[in-house]
């Protein structure tokens, strides 16, 4: 793991003994990896997001219940996420028709390092959290095979991560992610609940207009 980690993905020197990566910060089974991606990492990844904003505009999906979303989103990869009244699913092209660009080499190298040698992710669901945006609790279960984890990277503003079990009932607890955290939800996790409550807008100076970008990998088929 170790020496894919520094060859992929820009590791931070995290230890002083120098030995490889930290050991990642365990929440309710989620693995938080904190400063996985140094500055010039984060930096490179927005580049690279760019374009795929400019290939595939961000929108704002409706749930099932009739309610806007207050992230906007977009997508990478084979696959990218969508909603709308009909309900949660996958879709081959953007709403304008197009497919969904490429994921990006920045992007992909996380995955490579601490996702699933098995495959590589079909899709990148990109999500911007402007002021005020949140995501409420749920479950990622749209991908036919839970064995594969999720691998989540966060860039920008700091964001109230909050995790629970796989049963909703099941108390919750939160955590601040902050730019450059990696989290990988899997084994028993990956079925957790979870959400963003709140970010703290302006508090990271990566994004030149604030906000908070979360990126999530996922096998989709
Ligand atoms: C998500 O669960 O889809 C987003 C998680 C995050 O924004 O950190
Ligand atoms: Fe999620």
């Given at each position: 793991m170790t020496d894919k980690a520094a060859s992929g993905a820009n590791h931070a020197p995290e230890t002083a003994q120098g030995d490889g990566a930290a050991r990642p910060l365990m929440l309710r089974g989620f693995a938080i990896h904190q400063g996985f991606l140094d500055r010039p990492a984060q930096e490179r990844m927005l580049e690279e997001l760019r374009a795929?904003?400019?290939?595939?505009?961000?929108?704002?999906?409706?749930?099932?219940?009739?309610?806007?979303?207050?992230?906007?989103m977009t997508s990478a990869g084979r696959y990218g996420w969508y909603s709308?009244?009909?309900g949660y699913r996958y879709e081959p092209r953007h709403p304008s028709g197009s497919a969904w660009p490429p994921i990006?080499?920045?992007?992909?190298a996380?995955?490579?390092?601490?996702?699933?040698?098995?495959?590589?992710?079909?899709?990148?669901?990109?999500n911007f959290y402007g002021e005020g945006a949140r995501?409420?609790?749920?479950q990622d279960r749209d991908e036919?095979?839970?064995?594969?984890?999720?691998?989540?990277?966060?860039?920008?503003?700091d964001g109230l991560l909050r995790v629970g079990g796989?049963?909703?009932r099941e108390g919750t607890q939160s955590l601040w992610l902050h730019s450059g955290d990696v989290v990988v939800m899997g084994g028993a996790a990956r079925l957790a609940w979870h959400?963003?409550?709140?970010?703290?807008?302006g508090s990271s100076g990566l994004l030149s207009d604030g906000g908070r970008i979360n990126l999530t990998l996922r096998v989709v088929d």
């Open positions: 795929v904003q400019r290939a595939a505009p961000v929108f704002r999906p409706v749930t099932p219940g009739g309610k806007r979303m207050s992230v906007r709308d009244r009909k990006p080499p920045s992007v992909m996380v995955w490579r390092a601490l996702g699933d040698a098995r495959r590589d992710p079909d899709c990148c669901l990109v995501m409420g609790l749920h036919a095979d839970f064995s594969y984890p999720v691998v989540s990277v966060s860039l920008g503003d796989t049963d909703r959400g963003v409550d709140r970010i703290r807008f």
